[in-house]
């Protein structure tokens, strides 16, 4: 998919579009693309496609993980359990 620059929707709405509609498609399972292959792909500057992660990140979608990257939440962690992870995830587990 390509940026619409004609649009009278915001460039950072649209890539959140996209990339929630490959998300709900499941074209994206696991992790989104980095910023940087993102602002490549689609010729956008890195505060527009942050501000499109953050789109989906306060939906629930996606969750970042600081030097990791940007990871899809589980289906089942979406929504009343808001947001927290359910059992039988021991690797979401930090131990101090």
Do not use: C, N, W
């Not at 939906?59 to 089942?76: I, N, Y």
């Amino acid at each position: 998919m390509k940026i619409d620059e004609t649009s009278p929707v915001h460039p950072y709405v649209q890539l959140a579009g996209f990339l929630r509609a490959d998300i709900q498609a499941g074209k994206i399972t696991h992790q989104i693309p980095s910023i940087t292959d993102l602002t490549e792909e689609y010729g956008l500057a890195v505060g527009t496609v942050r501000r499109s992660v953050k789109i989906l990140v306060d939906e629930g979608l996606v969750k970042t993980v600081p030097g990791r990257g940007t990871f899809v939440v589980d289906k089942g962690s979406r929504g009343a359990s808001g947001g927290k992870k359910g059992p039988g995830r021991p690797h979401d587990h930090v131990s101090h």
